[in-house]
């Protein structure tokens, strides 16, 4: 298939939308029949706080939250989910009443990892996993397995879309989901039902954006 028209999934909140762009990816965990684009988002501060302002309802007064751990360049989004949580409508329950915002830092084989100067903001703190989206869970997974490798505690896992409704046995939170777009497909190279048509590839994607083939 040919990559299609972009679109916008329209909410009521004039910032909060979904940009699809429909066509066969690949990604380096499987193969989609959507590029979820969520570029004006990561870098809009209008729409990221839309986001962040859908997102914080998810966690009430009772969630402690120290640190906001930012996937795939969510970083913009975090801060203001950040300053949502501790704005007057959510009393944040952490012992120095602030949240830190952190971005891991990658290796060649996809772990994640923090340096000596941001694991303290790791080590014995309630994080709360921020993605651009989680569908096949890789991401949101290590991201578990690296908060409890450095002695954190995993608070949740939100995003903006999301396919899973928990990954790694933490309940899974999103501004969009499978609602919003109901024949979002994600399968694996090898059980991809495009490929398996003979339909190739169109493009590449990573959390920067796609690359047409």
């Known amino acids: 298939?040919?990559?299609?028209?972009?679109?916008?999934?329209?909410?009521?909140?004039?910032?909060?939308?979904?940009?699809?762009?429909?066509?066969?990816?690949?990604?380096?965990?499987?193969?989609?029949?959507?590029f979820i684009d969520v570029t004006t988002q990561k870098m809009r501060l209008s729409e990221a706080s839309a986001v962040a302002k859908e997102l914080v309802g998810y966690y009430?007064?009772?969630?402690?939250?120290?640190?906001?751990?930012?996937?795939?360049?969510?970083?913009?989004?975090?801060?203001?989910?950040?300053?949502?949580?501790?704005?007057?409508h959510f009393r944040n329950m952490n012992a120095h009443q602030t949240i830190y915002v952190v971005t891991p830092e990658h290796t060649s084989?996809?772990?994640?990892?923090?340096?000596?100067?941001t694991a303290s903001m790791i080590s014995g703190k309630h994080i709360l996993i921020l993605a651009a989206s989680v569908t096949t869970g890789y991401t949101a997974q290590a991201a578990v397995e690296a908060i409890r490798y450095y002695g954190g505690h995993v608070a949740g896992i939100c995003s903006l879309f999301a396919t899973l409704d928990s990954c790694a046995g933490y309940p899974v939170y999103s501004a969009f989901d499978l609602q919003d777009l109901p024949d979002y497909v994600s399968a694996p190279s090898h059980?991809?039902?495009?490929?398996?048509?003979?339909?190739?590839?169109?493009?590449?994607?990573n959390s920067f954006g796609y690359s047409k083939l």
């Open 1 to 34: 298939m040919a990559i299609g028209t972009t679109y916008k999934i329209k909410t009521k909140n004039k910032d909060l939308y979904l940009r699809v762009t429909p066509g066969h990816f690949a990604t380096s965990h499987s193969h989609i029949n959507y």
């Open 60 to 88: 009430n007064t009772s969630s402690i939250v120290d640190t906001i751990l930012c996937l795939d360049g969510t970083e913009v989004i975090g801060t203001c989910l950040a300053q949502e949580l501790t704005s007057g």
């Open 109 to 117: 084989g996809s772990q994640l990892i923090f340096r000596d100067n």
């Open 191 to 205: 059980e991809c039902p495009f490929c398996k048509k003979g339909e190739r590839v169109d493009a590449l994607v």
